[in-house]
Each structure stands twice: as structure tokens, then as C-alpha cells.
């Protein structure tokens, strides 16, 4: 039996920066200053 081997550059997965980033990590405490900021701005 012959099997086409799938090549493996023309999968693409969709990923957003929030799977990526652990809720903990301080780039979330840093973004939240941000947006605590920029709201007391406007």
C-alpha cells in the first residue's frame, strides 16, 4: 500500500497570545496597569 506523507510546512495552527501567556505571569499584571492607565487618561 502506498502512503502520501503530509508535509508538515503547510499546516497552520491558529494560537492567540492568551493560551501562550500564563494567567499568573507578569506580563498580564504589566497589561493591566496599561489598560488601568490608559482608561484613567481618556
Not at 508538515?8 to 499568573?24: G, T
Amino acid at each position: 500500500m502506498l502512503s502520501k506523507k503530509q508535509d508538515a510546512r503547510h499546516q497552520i495552527e491558529f494560537v492567540s497570545i492568551d493560551q501562550l501567556v500564563p494567567k499568573d505571569h507578569l506580563l498580564r499584571k504589566i497589561e493591566r496597569v496599561i489598560e488601568i492607565l490608559v482608561s484613567y487618561m481618556i
